[in-house]
């Protein structure tokens, strides 16, 4: 794995429709809230996957990695991780590139559940992690800071926890309600 300027790497042409396609896609979070130091720390662990161009020494064609070498260009980041593949197969690239992001959809937390998982990532995370994430906020708590970093309400954050069976709220309860 190589520190390269990101002035050096550009996508690989045939990788164009899949960069777009990538690019346009609406996240559930504001990952630009974050530090560049945080996001150039979390991007040592996705490096950015690149061929040598054949045409420029010294330059790279990325094929994987898209949102992340963006998201460093956003926060004025200069150097991406990356790893250097020997590949010269332009269908073996095009393979690889939409198969990594065919895979990491699937993978990708359903709709229903997505607040609920970056709450319980926040909520989890150890404090020091909590206390770098709410640097931009006025609480550390889980809650407020998925709301922030997804542009989400409380409660739609909230929405996303499973309802207690068999309890009644305490509105219920005041009410006279029974179960």
């Not at 040598?52 to 963006?70: D, M, N, T």
């Not at 095009?94 to 998982?117: C, F, M």
Request: hydrophobic residues 40%; charged residues 20%; proline residues 5%.
């Amino acid at each position: 794995m190589e520190h390269i300027s990101l002035d050096h790497i550009s996508i690989h042409p045939a990788a164009i429709p899949l960069f777009r396609l990538v690019s346009a896609r609406n996240t559930q979070g504001q990952s630009s809230l974050l530090t560049p130091l945080l996001v150039e720390k979390s991007q040592s662990l996705s490096p950015i996957h690149v061929v040598k161009a054949p045409l420029k020494p010294g330059h790279y064609l990325c094929f994987s990695g898209f949102q992340h070498a963006a998201l460093l260009r956003k926060l004025e980041v200069k150097n991406a991780w990356s790893i250097i593949h020997e590949m010269r197969d332009e269908t073996a690239i095009l393979e690889h590139a939409w198969l990594s992001e065919i895979v990491n959809q699937l993978g990708a937390a359903h709709r229903s559940e997505a607040l609920k998982g970056v709450h319980d990532l926040i909520n989890l995370a150890p404090k020091t992690m909590r206390r770098l994430l709410a640097k931009n906020c006025s609480s550390g708590s889980a809650m407020t800071l998925t709301e922030v970093l997804t542009g989400e309400s409380r409660s739609a954050v909230r929405n996303q926890f499973p309802k207690p069976v068999g309890r009644l709220s305490e509105l219920d309860t005041i009410l006279g309600k029974e179960e």
